[in-house]
């Protein structure tokens, strides 16, 4: 269990940490939120998590609640007082606290809070098996590319997976097209070895694991498209796979009980996912010697 959460400029055991009673993110879940992968004491793709965190919060026409600066440092400390070198680091900014009103209140401060769990560096089970992914109704709203609390279809996808003994569900738009996974980005690779994955717009979150995806492939020199696919052309893929900043680049050995071509983690699935390995391992540390030391006194 996390020793320390972060509310409002306050580090509280985490046991005792809360909020107020009418803050909106509880009643409304008027909110956004990031979550930051902390590996081997890097944090991935901090920048573009806090851009990410930025544009979800001038969407919903919410003012920052520190300093960009200010946070960081905040996240640092956090990471220090935890003293954790591999978990994740959830942000979340709410519109504040409120008599419930579904109007913006006319005065209002934004809360931030922030917690640290650890989690355990990529299973050998998966990468050496694979997933297995269920489909499922797309029942969300028409705003996906914003980063907010409201996860409720989410969180029945993820537990009609559960159910049916699967890692992940991909969701599928009306006309019978995968949009995304309950908490991944969904990608296919067809015979000719193109990578495909929907292309960004307001029906996916724009992932920042699936950004640094499109890049290494570039690099790679791996053909892609972002493009729409079905899930009829998800089975007949050669490979498939998901991605988010928990687990990376996961290889899908099956969807809905049909086993993807041989039933083991394809080629290209398994080279993105070390070439993210490696990406990872260049990052910055995010304590310098100072710091370091300090959480370990």
């Not at 109007?103 to 990529?122: A, C, D, Q």
């Amino acid at each position: 269990m996390p020793r320390f959460a972060y509310v409002n400029g306050r580090y509280i055991d985490h046991r005792r940490a809360a909020v107020h009673v009418e803050d909106r993110g509880y009643q409304l879940a008027d909110g956004v939120y990031e979550v930051i992968h902390l590996f081997r004491g890097r944090l991935v793709d901090e920048d573009a998590h806090l851009d990410r965190l930025g544009r979800s919060l001038e969407e919903l026409r919410m003012s920052w609640p520190i300093s960009r600066s200010a946070l960081g440092v905040a996240i640092r400390e956090l990471i220090r007082r935890n003293r954790y070198a591999t978990g994740l680091v959830y942000i979340q900014v709410t519109r504040g606290v409120a008599p419930r009103d579904h109007k913006f209140p006319i005065v209002g401060r934004p809360v931030l809070v922030m917690t640290i769990r650890p989690i355990s560096e990529f299973p050998t089970e998966m990468r050496e098996n694979g997933v297995a992914v269920i489909t499922i109704d797309d029942l969300r709203w028409a705003r996906c590319d914003i980063k907010t609390v409201a996860l409720l279809p989410n969180v029945l996808g993820k537990q009609a997976a559960a159910e049916a003994g699967a890692y992940e569900a991909w969701m599928c738009d009306g006309d019978g097209f995968v949009t995304e996974g309950t908490s991944s980005n969904a990608w296919i690779v067809t015979d000719e070895g193109t990578l495909v994955t929907r292309p960004a717009g307001p029906d996916i979150l724009r992932g920042i694991t699936r950004q640094a995806i499109l890049a290494l492939a570039e690099v790679q020199e791996v053909p892609v498209e972002e493009r729409k696919f079905t899930r009829e052309e998800a089975l007949a893929a050669r490979e498939a796979f998901l991605s988010n900043s928990s687990h990376f680049v996961t290889p899908v050995t099956s969807i809905d009980d049909v086993v993807i071509a041989n039933g083991k983690p394809g080629s290209l699935s398994v080279a993105l996912h070390k070439r993210y390995m490696d990406y990872m391992e260049a990052m910055p540390a995010a304590l310098d010697d100072t710091q370091r030391k300090k959480s370990l006194s």
